[in-house]
């Protein structure tokens, strides 16, 4: 690959002030247009397949600007170059449909690239923010959003991800220029789509550039950190444009499989001081079996009347289960789900992950179960497996599991702030209580399928889960999205705190109302 | 399991006037239903690990009524029963979404229970067609899409699934009664969710009850093959209903685990008479470079300017491609690729199939990528592997190959019957062609990759190929989703054949507007 002549800028420090003090580049003739893809084509579709090959990790190219154009430009010159059928092209046109019901990241977790494969982003994560902060400015949702890119880009990196962010900036007046032709000012025919936004955003840049360029300038200058920085391309000549991008491309590909990425996140975390949560736990829980049943039945009916109220027609509910083996899970569950419409309700059992899951960041097996409004979400065990038994057992690497829960809290987070409530179940029993549920499975002869050797095993590691489930309750107990701590002993009084809990919550949430 | 009392009727025949006939079953009391359901639970719960364990078919259950709350109950029940962890509870109970534009069994594909699993539909790919036949009835519309039912599930079926279909019916006084309480005549409140659809159905039921059992029983009876039968459930009781459907469901699990089906579907085909489509191709079709420049970039606007006009946001666009090994569909699809924007694209190559994909009925990887309005997919080979490397490699049966003419057609038909434009081709080349191209490929360094073993053992079977794909193409000729042969010799006659006729197919789809 030639490198001559035009530079790209490698990157940009967060006050940069990038589009008045970046150069345009010189346009680029046809010929040395010629010569640079020449050098350029064949190592960079070997790049490719290398990538592909290697199955290593997936690359998140992403393009954005003020240009309506400028995108599908360089992309058509992309797929010119590179294999098209790996690359996974990902652009909203219509309307957002069941996006619109979801944290509004949702919509892009469903469309990355698997580990291998290329994502080519022609719509992406900053562009409602982009149009937002050019229609009705508001800083406090800019900076709020920024935040929320920046946390999922570092996810996506420390996951593996190469991430390539072109920032394509024209000349004010070819950007005009376009802008007229496609608001009709023009002759010439539209060559490629037109959305409403790109004409809502074209607006305002024939009214005040200014104004418009200076919000594509914040919004990068706030998303510009090291793990991810912006790359500006600025040309308003479409060749050297496409040459930039293109090189910039074959550059990143190539230092990625040269040298791999440390590995990313904190390793880790300090042993605990102070008692375990744990240990505050009044265990043994009294309720008579004639209490029960009469709690139980009106709790059940109290759970149906609220999930099929026309106010958690709006809302969406999660209940996440986590506990000690033989804590009781199965059973509390059983009695759950008999409050529930059949109709509105979704089981997610989690199991090994399968081969598209694994191609993917860790989340992504739990983000594609987040539910729909009006219903009800359960999963026996969670993401949770991260910071437990992944940590024990060593499956995770210490600065796997270490920014875990970092990524746990923006995960709830973005699951919360759309109105969806999210209830924690820890089910904890004393050790001796685990030892005689274990004994008396093995003696039931049908229940002698719910012991397995790895109950045993994970018994004698008793101390190193208290440990862990400590660290996980004191890191991920948030307001929104709180543990609730079920003593649970006595199953019958864990069955009733688990149904009476889940109703409570989600009365709460019915009075507040949804967030917008 | 106890098996006294209540009959279940294993099925019926096309005209049986089924709610008539069947005696309705005696009201169980708790003691009875309490035996009876300790029989039950302990078998029944096993026999679904089994299936698990074997992980070999998945289970579909669907539960079809005049009852609004009946489904729900039973559903209830099974989950109390059964491990709702492996249980995949189906249900519409919003709008439809992104389903609307889809084929209208779409919603369904994308939630089957994959091999070991249960599938509980609450919604069925009944529930629209007896909606309407209520509320509008319409024998032609009954009978279509009562074939388009029954041969869906044919597919499913002959690719190994259980399929058990309860058809729950209540005495006229009892459903009266329920509907009466859920449209607020009543002062109880309602303790399961009732749709806009329940509540449309139910006003029927009220004025016109001998309509609506009509209209159920019509649809039960054309959807009754022997491969799917209907089972009625004849109870007004909650109890008896519930074990009829909990001791049926048990005993078809028992019944399957205990025996597997004979494999279905027709085994391959006679070997064919007369001559060869592909003979009939004159390969070699003059075309020169100065010609072929300035066509391509004409064919390239014109699909540019058609696929981004308004007309084309209702449309979808489907481009299949196949051809022998070096018949240039990578150098086709890059052309082609120019002329859309890359907002409008997705691309499939077809791969190997992942472990989610491998646990479905074979079409299932293909169904998953029907594309949305004003968009454009193209596939790089095709679910027509099936009958062509799949046929001749032996990877699948002869039963296998020999049915799927019929559920390509079937699929192409749900595709296109939504206004979606599929052009298929194939890309035509002869072996000594081919040859030549092979060699030229190895000699070229930076189109070695492009050469593997696999392509020289292919060659080998040129024969078995060129039969097969005789056959794949009389048989799959379909009036709108015609083959188009491309003779591909000439590279440049090829790549311009193709963008033009992608032009012509959506011009004329254009023309002819979008069927609803």
Known sequence: VQSTGLRLEPGLPQSFKMFGLLPFADPLDREAFDLREEGLRHPLLMAQYQVLDAGRFPVIIQLLGLDPLARSEVARRLLEWMDARHIRLVAFVGGEGEAETRPWLWKFWKRLPPKGKAGLFLSTWYDSLLKDQILQPDAATLENRAEDINRFEKLLTDEGALLIKFALIAPEHDIKECVRGRLGRKKKPAPWKFSEEDEAIGRVVLDNYAHASNALESLCALTSPPHARWSPIAAGDDRAREIMVGEAVYEALEARLRTPPAPAGVPGLPAHRGPNVLKTLSLDQPLKREDYEARLILAQERLARLTTSSAFEKCACIIAFEGHDAAGKGGAIRRLVQGIDPRLLRMVPVAAPTDEEQAQP????????????????????????????????????????????????????????????????????????????????????????????????????????????????????LDRAPWIMVEANNKLFARIKVIETVCEAVEKAMRGGRKA
């Not at 179940?425 to 685990?434: K, N, T």
């Not at 549920?437 to 889960?465: C, L, M, Q, S, V």
Request: proline residues 4%.
């Open 362 to 477: 860790w989340l992504w097996r739990f983000w594609r179960h987040v539910p729909a409004p009006g219903t009800v979400t359960i999963f026996d065990r969670t993401w949770y497996g991260r910071v437990l038994v992944e940590r024990v057992e060593g499956f995770a690497q210490p600065h796997e599991w270490g920014r875990a829960y970092q990524e746990i809290r923006d995960f709830e987070r973005s699951i919360t702030e759309g109105g969806t409530v999210l209830v924690k179940f820890w089910l904890a029993i004393s050790a001796e209580e685990q030892l005689s549920r274990f004994k008396a499975r093995e003696e039931t002869p049908h229940k002698r399928h719910k012991i397995t050797p790895d109950d045993w095993r994970n018994r004698e590691k008793w101390e190193g889960y208290q440990s862990a489930i400590h660290d996980m309750i004191t890191r991920t107990h």
